[in-house]
């Protein structure tokens, strides 16, 4: 990861029009390059993200012995080598600033023969994994970490796992991916019971590659010892990466913007429903499956959203969209309160407490809290300099925070925007952004 200060400058004002689809969703990326590598025979994945983090991904999977061809223009075509057959790396897994890299690998990793050590950038090697170490030491697994149960993870191998009946203390997609990945190499049953829907998209992909999973609401249920089928695996454009374009689009007067495609799994759409509540003009069209995926057309006007008191429930489905959210708040009429996201304070950055010090820097009231913020909207942001800490959502947030400032905005610390949307300015430009590197 590079440590040069890669600025944004945005100039002030501005709308977002015109019609386009954001890069392909990072959570079925990284996926199909684990469940494909896993499969027998060949799987060809369209929509593929050239980000960093699930290139991460697939260069691990290529240190492991598998022939991955691409990416061309998003297409990949992986050999699989079946569930047995990954090699032992030749050195440890460098996974860059990709926690869900970390995380499902460890639980890979935990049911293959050969040891294997999981490194990450400074603040990967930040973030919490005893979450991921606890369930899989239950299942009988070896995973040596920091004090703090950071990152470097030394994963020995030809550990025998036995299926394990958890209940996550947390909702994380994450660890519960982990723990179900894992028990493809368990003796017996896997269980995972969530207190809050997380994104399914393991679920999902395992069973369109033919793996029998069982989900009975907040549970989810796998055999070991089964085997994967390649196939064709098509990944839709990444809400995430559309939510910037959404909050765009609504806080700026005179806006009108469609993203096509856009993946709308259920347990992602948090944030159309939190903006919508908010008065958003979001209109939803074309919809159709994509490979197991729900996908649809988003056309977004400008609206003069309302602040609200966020629902607890959509709280999990929406986790990585807060900070563009916050931008939203904060150009809302009247308070916006958030509560019950205490996730937010471990993510690439304390999203929490680097967003509210970034909507003061613009004149907003925002006074975060233990598990959440209170952003009073007012009707123009400031200009000013704003700390990214190295947090690609934050940089592209309050980017477009520029369209409602009277000044202009400097971003400092934005390389790792290449981790999730290589692509940003450029589209951002593209819809009107006034947003120079």
Do not use: W
């Amino acid at each position: 990861m590079t440590h040069t200060n890669k600025q944004f400058h945005i100039q002030p004002g501005g709308r977002l029009e015109g019609r386009f689809k954001v890069p392909g969703d990072k959570s079925v990326s990284h996926r199909a390059i684990m469940l494909g590598s896993l499969a027998e025979g060949v799987s060809d994945v369209t929509g593929f993200l050239e980000g960093e983090d699930s290139l991460a991904t697939l260069a691990a999977f290529r240190a492991m012995g598998v022939k991955i061809e691409g990416p061309y223009d998003g297409s990949v075509r992986i050999h699989g080598v079946g569930m047995h057959g990954l090699q032992p790396p030749p050195e440890p897994l460098y996974l860059g600033n990709s926690g869900t890299s970390m995380r499902l690998l460890a639980g890979l990793l935990a049911g293959q023969t050969f040891d294997s050590v999981l490194t990450g950038d400074d603040s990967l090697s930040r973030r919490p994994m005893g979450r991921v170490i606890d369930p899989l030491t239950a299942m009988g697994a070896r995973i040596d970490s920091e004090a703090g149960g950071t990152a470097p993870l030394k994963i020995t191998g030809g550990r025998a796992l036995r299926g394990i009946d958890y209940a996550l203390p947390m909702a994380s997609a994450q660890v519960k991916s982990c723990v179900l990945l894992a028990g493809l190499y368990a003796a017996g049953r896997t269980c995972t019971t969530e207190p809050a829907p997380t994104r399914d998209h393991t679920e999902r992909m395992l069973q369109g590659l033919g793996y029998a999973v069982e989900v009975d609401g907040p549970r989810a249920c796998l055999d070991g010892g089964g085997r994967l089928t390649g196939g064709a695996i098509t990944v839709p454009a990444d809400i995430s990466s559309a939510a910037f374009f959404l909050v765009g689009a609504s806080i700026a007067p005179g806006s009108d913007l469609v993203l096509e495609q856009v993946g709308m799994n259920p347990t992602r759409t948090g944030v159309i429903d939190i903006l919508q509540r908010m008065g958003a003009n979001i209109d939803i069209a074309n919809e159709q499956v994509l490979g197991g995926e729900p996908v649809a057309d988003l056309h977004i006007t400008a609206a003069a959203l309302k602040g609200i008191d966020i629902p607890p429930e959509l709280v999990p489905l929406a986790i990585d969209e807060f900070p563009a959210l916050f931008v939203a708040a904060a150009c809302a009429e009247g308070r916006t309160v958030l509560r019950g996201a205490e996730e937010l304070r471990v993510k690439e950055s304390d999203r929490i407490q680097v967003m509210a010090d970034g909507l003061q820097a613009l004149g907003v009231s925002a006074e975060p809290t233990p598990d959440g913020i209170v952003i009073e909207g007012q009707p123009q942001l400031g200009g000013g300099r704003i700390d990214s800490h190295g947090d690609h959502r934050i940089a592209m947030s309050f980017a477009m925070a520029g369209l409602r400032a009277e000044a202009g905005i400097v971003i400092d610390d934005c390389a790792n925007v290449n981790t999730s949307f290589p692509e940003f300015v450029a589209l951002a430009q593209q819809a009107g952004l006034g947003v120079t590197e």
